[in-house]
């Protein structure tokens, strides 16, 4: 199995992803879009995983890329491409799909509860997978349902918190992917922002917490173990590494 990512942000690794993969003994390519890296457009991969970001999905003028990397997903949709998209790379699928990117009224930083819609858990996706769990948010940018998708999540701070495409593609406005080792980094170098109840952002203390982290390996494992399972029915993807 080939997973292709995506990586917008050195601050925003594979994380858990890159486990999961190490365990199973699968290949990972990685274009590294801030450093220049074009798309992977004549490559072959089983998984694409599109990783968040600083950056923006709407303003190209700042982020050329995002208007190349919408039409490639776009295409990639079209051809049944598995994919799972992560925080801006979520955004960046949606706009792709005829969704819109707009800022929220307040960030969403730290900790906070995600609740599945109902029926969710029929999706193939998401088999096994709690309907109500806290993980790792960091945003200010929401996404709009497109309408080819249909939604899976949502919060009391932000509606739209997940959507699926067919039976191969998720999108998450969350990161499941994000480790212990990630968050230190990320704290160290991203800026620091004031804690504001209002604003929905956790002190440092509050966000380093092993216990959510665990629920967030376990998450993202059981949505990895679950890719693998619709790869085999759809037979798109190989049976073996």
Known sequence: MIIQVIQHDPLLPLGYIKDWANENNYQINTAKIYEGDPLPVDETFDLLVILGGRQTA???????FVVEEAEWL????????????????????????GGEVQRMAH?????HYL????????HPLLKGLPSEIRL???HQD???????AE????NQNCNNQGFVVNDNILALQFHPEIDAIGIEEFLAKDQIYEPDEEVLVQTEKQIINDEKFEAGRKYLYNLMDNYK????THLTLPTTP
């Open 58 to 64: 709407y303003e190209t003028e700042n982020y050329p």
């Open 74 to 97: 776009r295409k990639l949709v079209d051809e049944n491409q598995s994919m799972l998209a992560i925080c801006l790379g979520a955004q960046i699928l949606s706009t792709a799909l």
């Open 107 to 111: 960030m969403e930083i730290g900790w």
């Open 115 to 122: 609740y599945e819609v109902e029926d969710a858990a029929q």
């Open 136 to 138: 790792f948010q960091h």
């Open 142 to 148: 929401f996404f709009s349902i497109p309408e080819r």
């Open 151 to 154: 939604k899976v999540y949502y």
């Open 229 to 232: 399972a619709v790869s085999y």
